[in-house]
């Protein structure tokens, strides 16, 4: 069985056991709590991961090149409360424009800090973790006690994520989770296709080696960064398309969420390896544990953060060591193969 395991790529091992622990999670919270099996379900996580998704897919960038954002939270909260007043100042903006305004804004942000990581050489860690609490602080001098309310935005906005276009029986598919998960796709094909694109892969997987091939690593991280910010920007147009009512807090806690659904998902924390597929599921998983904890009265909401960190901690670990017994395993057969050669075998 293992050596079987063992022919497969490791990317598509991961989404594979992934996929089997989605499943096994659904049986569970199905045995434990009444009609949960059912299209609310389905539509009630597909509607939170329209965000998520995102955020996602803007860490998995990052992380690909051994870096890591915690201000992904901030960004979707500076985006979210700066877009609903402009939309709320000009009501008659065209919604494409709103849209780039999300994601410009949100690019600057990941342009600042991919200035310090890439070009000022600060580890990405204290960067993000002092930009974080730099751009809430500036999302409460700007908001200045004011609050974003769905009445001030247009019905178009408001109404876009739960628009239905189209059914599979009771499960219904929206917008905002269609439009994110066309998003994540076309991420997912630019990563593997576009020679430009491997290049995180390449200073992920070794920096030196991608310096030897004349990769410019600055500009490359430089420009995850900025992509990551964009990526944030337009989870902050669907936070504010989503809920209508925008405060201070917004995006609170979505860093945290975000490197879960991402480590879940099978990006290595240290770079190199991993799809925004993997990220996609991840995000998926995730939200379905934090919905189904909530329904679950057997265990407090104190608990629930507890069970994110748990669950990252537990994927890096069990990474690690499938990792190195399919690396073993590989190792083996080939040394048998070359064996087999020198004996005429």
Known sequence: MMRALSNLNPQTLRILALLLVLVLVVLFFATQIDRYLTGRLFNRVSSS???MALIATAQTLVILTRNIDLSVGSVVGVTAFATGSLIANVPELHPLLLVSFSMLLGACFGAFNGFFVAYARVPAIIVTLATL?????????????RSITSSQLPQWLTSFPNTRLFEIGDFQFRAAFVVAVVIVLVVHIALQRLRVARKLYAIGS???AAEMAGINQKATVFVAFVCAGALAGLAGFMFLARFGNITVVAGLGFELKSVAAAVVGGVNIFGGSGTVFGALIGAVLVDLIETSLVRWQLVSEFWREAVLGALILTAVALDAIV????????????????????TGG
């Open 323 to 342: 990792m190195r017994r399919l690396v073993a395993l590989r190792g083996a057969k080939h040394h048998e193969k070359r064996e087999r050669e020198v």
């Open 49 to 51: 991961v329209a965000i």
């Open 133 to 145: 609490a730099l751009f809430r602080s500036l999302l409460v001098e700007f908001a200045d006690g």
């Open 206 to 208: 070794n920096p030196e």
